[in-house]
Structures are given as structure tokens and as C-alpha cells.
């Protein structure tokens, strides 16, 4: 055993806490899924009780690296946030070897001790914990610093202390959400002002409104929120912009809800930023014969969300599962580097608008062309995309 070992498990022994194993229905196998705090850019450097990890690759390094993965409530299966950070480490197992084991918390009181469990496991020791969604925070920065020899990655958040400093041993990965929200918002307001119809949805141009439905009302989801708004607004200033939030990420039946009120009251198009919660957002589309908009992974191909491909507009893609692959890769080549904060945006391929597999074709030229310009102006820095929503 290593000196850093003997420390890391000094800490176990003083914690006296049970084994990975010891929380039922929070560890799982890894699972299939295509895949939910800002800080300073610098360069990148940095349900089921049973168990099990990667074990395919074609690099004996990748093999030697074992990755615990802690992911946000809502858990493998929302067809969006979660699924993208499974599909990097699956990307990584795949190329690299890279073995691994899933964490679903069943609520945010479980991810403190499931990170913790992962740090002090010696069987197998876990040479990075990824710590998915803004909720672990607060329960990752105190377990970082009981663990200082023990890698980490935040997704969706900082680990900053209270004077300021960033946590050393934590790699930060935040995405300007806002980016990618401006063109699919750009795209709503250009169809929304059109006689559009295609696959099983239509618009009616005399209403000129559009929805957005919000996970929980936190400052993440409110970066979606605003930059969709400034992006319906460049396509024009008359357009109204309903909004709700779910208060959850789990739940396709308050999405569902949120969206038939839109669409009742003359939404021809609803973007949703609510993980699994949003599921219920194509079925309320899918209803009324209206149109949506999907999060973080392209749901008009995601299991579970592909289905609902004929009402699904496009996708503001977040590429969580690269920033887990990324940080993946640099603990394995030993270039992992904590302390930083990581910020993707359209300019660093971090986010993107993608239009539907069925839709995309049928959108016409003109609308697009304008969607690239917008696309242009924010990478060139002609546009400058609010954070915040515009009261």
C-alpha cells in the first residue's frame, strides 16, 4: 500500500463507515444511456444492490483506472443529464478500458456518504469519483478535504471554499448553458411567427407564443431559461414566453402537466431544461399536436425519448458525457489536474443545438441560416448571452 493510500484510509478507519456495497438501491451496474455555478475559464487540464465495473478496453493503463460515479438525483434512465455522464465513462471504458461503478442517489441526503464510500474503498481503490449536478457541492467540498489525496470532478458546479479558494483536488466542469439555449430559443421564435407543420406537430402563427418548463428553480436552470428568452427575443420582441418550473427531475407527470397548460393557452413550442421531468413534455406535445424542444442529449434519438421523435424540434445538446471522458482520460495519463474550473461553451464544442432526427429536415433553410448566424455571433462575441432571465 502507498503512503497516499495509508492516509486515505486512515481517514475510513477514524469514519467508521460501511463498505460501497452498504447502501442498497444506490449502487448499480453501469447501464445503457445517451445522456443535468459558473466559474472562471481556464485550460482543460485537468437501484439495484448489485455491483460491477467495466471491464472491456484495449489499453492495460485504462484497466489499472477505476472510476466511481456519483450521479444526480433523477438517476440512469432520464434519457438526458445523467445518461450523457454514463455515456463518457462508457466511452472511456470502451476505448480505454476503464472500469467503473454506478451511484444513484435516491435523494441528495444520499450523496455525501455515497461519495465518501467511493474515497475510502481499497477493494477497489477509485483513482477519480465524478460527482454529477450542482446538488453534491456542499457534500463534496467537505469530503474533498477529508480526502486530499482522492480525485474528484464536479459537473454543473464549483467546489470553493468559503474564503474563496477552489478546492485542489477537485476538477471543476461548468457549461455556458445560456449559448445553446439562445438557438434553440432563436429557432422557437422564427416558427412560432410561421404556418409550420411537419411529422405530427403544427403551429398556429396568430398566437405567437412559446413555453419553457424548468426542473428545479435554481440559478443552473435559470441560465437555460434566459438564454432562451434573449434567443426567442432576437427572432422578436412580441413574442410571449410562458414559463414554469417543476420543483423536480424526476417527475413526466408535472411535466406533462406544465406543458398541456402551455399548449392550452397557445404555445406552439416548449423547450424543456428538467431531466426526466421533461419526458413529460414530448408527451404533452405529442397530445396536442404541438412541438418541443430537448436538453442535454439529442432526445429525438435517446432511448425512451426517440419516440416522440415526430414532435421533437431539436435538442440543446450538453456535453457532459466529454467532460467526463476528458477528466477520465487525464487521471489515466496522470495529467489530472484539480483546482481549476473548466467552462465549455458553443466556441469550445460544449454545448450545441442539434436539430431532430425526423423534424430537422423539414425546418426551413432560411430559418437555419438564421440559427448560425446567431450561432456565429455568440462565438465571435457579438452577442453576449445573459445568465439571468429578463424580468
Known amino acids: 500500500m502507498t503512503d497516499i493510500d495509508k492516509r486515505r484510509r486512515t481517514v475510513m478507519k477514524v469514519g467508521g463507515t460501511v ?13 445503457d444511456g445517451n445522456g443535468d455555478g459558473d466559474g472562471d475559464t481556464s485550460s482543460d487540464g485537468g437501484s439495484g444492490d448489485g455491483t460491477s465495473t467495466g471491464t472491456d478496453g484495449n489499453s492495460d493503463g485504462g484497466k489499472d483506472t477505476n472510476v466511481g460515479m456519483v450521479y444526480a438525483t433523477g438517476g440512469l434512465g432520464d434519457n438526458s443529464f445523467n445518461d450523457m455522464a454514463n455515456k463518457g465513462i462508457k466511452q472511456a471504458k470502451q476505448e480505454f478500458g476503464v472500469q467503473f461503478q454506478n451511484a444513484e442517489p435516491d435523494s441528495p441526503s444520499d450523496v455525501e456518504n455515497l461519495q465518501r464510500q467511493f474515497a475510502q474503498s481499497s477493494s477497489p481503490n477509485y483513482d477519480l469519483i465524478c460527482c454529477i449536478g450542482y446538488v453534491q457541492t456542499n457534500s463534496l467540498i467537505k ?8 480525485d474528484f470532478m464536479l459537473v454543473d458546479s464549483v467546489a470553493e471554499k468559503d474564503n474563496g479558494d477552489l478546492v485542489k483536488n477537485v476538477a471543476n466542469y461548468t457549461f455556458k448553458e445560456q449559448q445553446g439555449s439562445f438557438l434553440v430559443g432563436n429557432l ?10 411537419a411529422g405530427k406537430g403544427s403551429t398556429n402563427p396568430d398566437k405567437k407564443v412559446v413555453g419553457f418548463v424548468g426542473g428545479k428553480e435554481v440559478p443552473l436552470i435559470k441560465k437555460f431559461e434566459a438564454g432562451y428568452k434573449a434567443g426567442v427575443a432576437r427572432a422578436s420582441e412580441d413574442i410571449e414566453v410562458k ?22 393557452s397557445g404555445a406552439d413550442i416548449v423547450y424543456h431544461a428538467a ?3 421533461g419526458n413529460g413534455v414530448f408527451k404533452a406535445a405529442n397530445q396536442k399536436g404541438r412541438f418541443a424542444i430537448g436538453v442535454d442529449s439529442d432526445q429525438s434519438k435517446a432511448k425512451g425519448t426517440a419516440k416522440f421523435s415526430p414532435v421533437i424540434l431539436a435538442s440543446m445538446v450538453k456535453k ?3 467532460a467526463v471522458y476528458r477528466c477520465t482520460k487525464h487521471v489515466m495519463n496522470g495529467k489530472f489536474k484539480g483546482g481549476q474550473v473548466n467552462t465549455l461553451g458553443l466556441k469550445d464544442g460544449g454545448v450545441e443545438a442539434v436539430y431532430g432526427a425526423d423534424l430537422g429536415s423539414k425546418i426551413p433553410q ?26
Open 188 to 197: 422557437a421564435g422564427q416558427l412560432t411567427q410561421m404556418d409550420f407543420s
Open 320 to 322: 457532459v458525457d466529454e
Open 143 to 150: 469530503n474533498a478535504g477529508q480526502y486530499p489525496d482522492q
Open 243 to 264: 414559463t414554469a418550473y417543476a420543483g423536480t427531475y424526476s417527475d413526466p407527470v408535472k411535466g406533462k402537466e406544465a406543458a398541456i397548460s402551455m399548449y392550452e
Open 19 to 31: 463498505g460501497i456495497a452498504g447502501l442498497a438501491g444506490c449502487i448499480s451496474s453501469p447501464s
Open 366 to 391: 432560411d430559418v437555419k441560416d438564421k440559427v448560425d448566424e446567431s450561432r456565429k455571433a455568440i462565438v465571435n462575441g457579438d452577442i453576449e448571452v445573459p445568465t439571468k432571465p429578463k424580468q
Open 275 to 277: 431531466g426526466g421531468t
